[in-house]
């Protein structure tokens, strides 16, 4: 069935430096990706998505890759804050066209002050 | 714009008791899904409404779980009666329309199961 792996599960970096999340996904047919942070005991939001026909999106200090043909995508942080620790989750869009996501079981992400 | 409402935010029961949750979708959105997060993994569909009409409800435990969205606009999930693995946050959130649109998630009710 449709399947999203998440890594790392766990996090750890010092503030100012990058973090990097990978997912990979099993559905060829998937053509959107976004990516959800959530902070404990609150809920998911959105931070930044994309879609197949893009290689690459970037907002700010944050940006997504995506290599269709390997099937796989990674969430890039850069210059990481104490405010950036949290949950991370990455989606994907089952090939059906309801819009079904498949989540990834999420990386928590500890920025060191 | 106000965003996804949910209710109650926290609910204690015990096993074999049932439990409803109330959702209220951003206005104008004609999706709406039911998602179960057990501690320390992803959300998961239960099930998803396209205005009060099922689209996929594969994952929904039918013999225990069941939901509504009679008018097009809120809805709610029931359990009953309920595990101890039912034990999780379940989210609601709401699209514009189904497909790859943004889904915009409430904060979750928090169900114990003793």
């Known amino acids: 069935g449709e399947n999203v792996e998440q890594h790392p599960s766990t996090l750890s970096v010092q503030e100012g430096d990058s973090a990097v999340i990978k997912c990979t996904y099993s559905d060829s047919a998937s053509n959107y990706f976004p990516w959800y942070k959530q902070e404990l005991g609150k809920r998911p939001q959105l931070i930044i998505d994309i879609r197949s026909n893009v290689g690459e999106k970037k907002d700010q200090r944050i940006a997504v890759t995506l290599n269709k043909t390997a099937k796989h995508f990674s969430l890039h942080i850069t210059e990481t804050q104490p405010e950036d620790s949290a949950v991370y989750f990455c989606?994907?869009?089952?090939?059906?066209?309801?819009?079904?996501?498949?989540f990834g079981q999420g990386t928590t992400l500890q920025v060191k002050p | 714009e106000a965003g996804v409402a949910q209710s109650p935010r926290y609910k204690i029961i015990e096993k074999r008791q049932s439990v409803a949750f109330w959702c209220n979708p951003i206005?104008?959105?004609?999706?709406l899904y039911w998602y179960q997060q057990i501690l320390g993994q992803g959300p998961k569909l239960l099930i998803q409404f396209q205005n009060n009409g099922v689209v996929d409800d594969s994952q929904l435990p039918k013999d225990r779980f069941s939901a509504e969205r009679l008018k097009g606009v809120d809805s709610t999930l029931k359990i009953q009666p309920a595990k101890l693995e039912d034990s999780a946050v379940y989210l609601c959130a709401s699209s514009f329309d189904s497909g790859r649109e943004t889904q915009y998630f409430g904060p979750g009710t928090r169900l114990l199961v003793l």
């Open positions: 206005s104008g959105h004609a999706t």
């Open positions: 989606a994907a869009y089952g090939s059906s066209n309801t819009g079904k996501l498949i």
